[in-house]
């Protein structure tokens, strides 16, 4: 057994310290694409153990952020059948109150969501709904955040537009 460098266990404090501030966002992240609590409990527990015994694997190149949300994916596509997305789903929304909104325009706001391309809804979705800055969106797509600040508010126009029309 060699003994640690100094090196390595700094690495491994940056690690740590990046996987604990990653946890919340990842948590948002999943979040924004099954919009059920019990079920992102679920997904979080495997991504942690899956990235406890996977760490050996993380790539130095990209973030603990993004690996932690590349293995979500990879953990919410292994488990599809087991939720429904809301691009899947054309009753999710009805679960979903919108309470600033009136009822009459309600219908339409979900129409209106419903149109929007599936780049768009997810961005739509990680920020309002999972509460993800867009520096922490920036970084999944790999694209500069004012292209998903220009994105996220295209398409906020385009919600709105839906549901003034009429």
């Known amino acids: 057994m060699k003994p640690f460098l100094t090196d390595e266990i700094q690495y491994e404090e940056t690690i740590d310290s990046a ?7 990842v948590r948002g992240f999943v979040f924004s694409y099954c919009m059920d609590t019990s079920f992102t409990d ?10 406890t015994k996977e760490v050996e694997k993380f790539d130095k190149r990209t973030s603990v952020f993004v690996w932690l949300c ?3 994916k990879e953990e919410l596509i292994k ?14 929304f009805y679960n979903i109150s919108f309470p600033s909104v009136p009822k009459e325009k309600e219908k339409q706001l979900i129409a209106s969501i419903k149109q929007i391309e ?4 997810e961005i739509f979705f990680m920020h309002t709904l999972g509460n993800l800055p867009f520096s ?3 970084e999944i797509y790999g694209r500069p955040e004012t292209w998903v600040k220009n994105l996220y508010l295209n398409t906020k126009a385009k919600i709105i537009g839906g549901v003034n029309v009429g």
């Open 19 to 25: 996987y604990e501030k990653s946890l919340k966002y």
């Open 42 to 51: 679920k997904i979080m527990v495997n991504v942690v153990t899956r990235a």
């Open 70 to 72: 590349n293995i979500a």
């Open 79 to 92: 488990t599809r059948e087991e939720f429904v997305s809301p691009e899947d789903n054309e009753f999710f």
């Open 118 to 121: 599936k780049t768009q809804k």
């Open 136 to 138: 922490i969106i920036a």
